[in-house]
């Protein structure tokens, strides 16, 4: 077994080549002066089982690309078995036609990946599960909510709750709060009087308690600064937002510390300076 | 039959329409925060044959990945046959190792493009023929150089020669001397004593005559300046490079024209400012 680190997950390969005890290698990348990317896998593959570790973080496209190409470079070179890591999966949120003509990119995407030359395919909190069904080969996704909640642990937060930002982040709540030991709820909108409609936790009172916020991304930040914004209200202690993928778009750190919070929790699928946890564990448990 | 523009090749789809008088679709295409193409051909496309053209020119990852997000949304929203017209096509040129372990990118792109949705292919000039055995679907290879032919002789050269770039652009040349009615060569490396080798064109003296050199990329733009010196020196009177791509990465074209060359002739494939030529007369006689 060996990792082949994609130029977008460097960190992360190590990191997985480091829990297999395996050789980490780093391919050979460069741009021809027209703009082509030039891709080498300077290693002797034969028969070995190759873990390409791509995230497709921005420049998504570019680094879609250069995986497909690793992939198809790992099987060309006589790989046995290509295993596609891809620890936070572009365009995922793609995944259905909510006007007539819209492309639903994600299936394109994964079927990108699946002709490329992988074998198998892995990922860590994908937007919906049912984005594997897209591949015809084993196609895995992980959860990185527990590791999470190992970390936040770690914070000796006061009194913590952990809500979801939405419903649909009440499930991942529910696991950072089991890892945890703590209470789990989620926003919801709710219809206090015939006139009034307010967003607040469906259940539980966050009054002088610390806040873990969850979602699976945090892109431009403005789901997390209005949740900061409405628990504030209810009195909430500390906010701490918890995500697994720090796309953070643009200027989307600089307005969540700008809107008072301190610190944000992520992963390393996308490699970033918030990115405190590693999900390296995670693929080790699950590749044999 | 219908075509769908890809926002690489705006002109050539339009032309290409016009061609078989068929509806043009210009897909909605926008970017996301967070860098992510929303991909969407506002058409109904039931039992149709659509025709999808995009150029994989610069930036060739994003303009690869938008061929395939439309390749898919077409063959999705129940296209009958759908037609991948890629005039240019990326990677062409990394068709061999050179080094083991290096990648045989268009092997991948030929692939993604098939299962992205294709149903038949059709490319122009494309570096090496054997490319289009890549695809299980029907690819053609058309060739521009009777086109280019054409539009050089309404240019009224004074005793024009053609001559190829180099051997590899040696049948090129000849396809474009045929149609001008006039001689053609290409330029060699030649052994004149044992201790001297010069570039010159293998059989045809260019003293006092136009001469149209010919190749199918002008990229750097290198191969053409150090072939007009070449030309020069031998007396050649007006140069006139013709090709069908014209790529003219970063400031080629600066450095051909300091070069004292006025004018490049090129098609459409890629869409630049010197594109007197269209390619859609090719891909109208092609398609039925």
Redesign the interface.
Known sequence: MLVVAGSASPKLSARVAKQFKCQLVRPTLWRF???????????ELNGEHALVVQSTC?????N??EL??????AK??GAERVTAIVPYL??A??DKQF???????I??VC??I????ADDFITVDVHQEEVTRNFSIPAYNLTAMPLLGRYLNGLKLKNPVVIGADRGASERAKQIALEMGVEYDHLEKQRVTPEKVVTQPKRLSVANRDVVIVDDII??GGTIIEAAKILRRQHARGIYPACTHP?L??KALQRIRAAGIKQVIATDTIEHRVSAVSVAPLIANVIH
Chains 1, 2 share one sequence.
Do not use: M, W
């Open positions: 002066p027209d703009g082509e990317l030039y891709t080498r896998i300077p290693t921005y420049p998504q496209n570019d879609l690309v497909c190409f690793l992939l198809g470079a060309d070179l572009a365009y949120r793609q006007k007539p003509g819209e492309a639903i990119s299936r394109t079927k990108l699946e002709h490329a030359g892109s431009t796309v778009a643009g």
